[in-house]
């Protein structure tokens, strides 16, 4: 079993910038792609952006430019830093986890629990 434990999110303006970050522990050796998902009320989950270990990533086109995702594979530890905040950004933000082997766009084994972003306009 692998745990995500996520920090950051939380309201801003539009235009503003957000840094979420996800820890993760347990059987580390057996996921390959970290990532983050979102959901907004009355939307389904959508992937936002993942990133593999070896540093390969795959960005939502509605974030594409905006979002930036990293990871420390030492630390087990992803983040994604979101600037230029739009309204529509507002979602329930995921961290995600793939055991190795599934590609990026895969359905994700593994979530934590979500934390707010709120972009107000």
């Known amino acids: 079993q692998v745990q995500l434990v996520v920090s950051g999110g939380g309201l801003v303006q539009a235009g503003g910038s957000l840094r979420l970050s996800c820890a993760a522990s347990?059987?580390?050796?057996?996921?390959?792609?970290m990532g983050w998902y979102r959901q907004a009320p009355g939307n389904q989950r959508e992937l936002v952006a993942t990133i593999t270990s070896g540093g390969s990533t795959n960005y939502a086109d509605s974030v594409k430019g905006r979002f930036t995702i990293s990871r420390d594979n030492v630390k087990n530890t992803v983040w994604l830093q979101m600037n230029s905040l739009k309204p529509e950004d507002t979602a329930v933000y995921y961290c995600?986890?793939?055991?190795?082997?599934?590609?990026?766009?895969?359905?994700?084994?593994?979530w934590g629990q979500g934390t707010q972003v709120t972009v107000s306009s």
């Open positions: 347990g059987s580390i050796f057996s996921i390959n792609v």
């Open positions: 995600v986890a793939l055991r190795a082997g599934r590609p990026q766009t895969h359905t994700p084994d593994y």
